[in-house]
């Protein structure tokens, strides 16, 4: 199925879209966060949308803070 995931950069709040090619919501979301990754984008994901534009539920696994390097 293909989802629609859109997100925000952590870094600079830019907005961010694309669409994925996955079997569930959560391989999308992790699909998308490795594409962006190869980008030098930190992709934080505020929703994956489905068919007929039906936000599906999503929970991300991701920690919202991280320690500094």
Known sequence: ?????VGVDRRTFAR???H???GDPPG?????????RENGI???????VGTY???VEYV???PVMR???
């Open 53 to 55: 534009s039906s936000i």
């Open 28 to 36: 999308a979301a992790r699909i998308a966060q490795a594409r962006a």
């Open 1 to 5: 199925m293909t989802y629609l995931i």
């Open 67 to 69: 320690k500094a390097a």
């Open 42 to 48: 930190d992709l934080v994901v505020a929703a994956v």
């Open 16 to 18: 961010w879209h694309e």
């Open 60 to 62: 991300d696994e991701s």
């Open 20 to 22: 994925v090619t996955a």
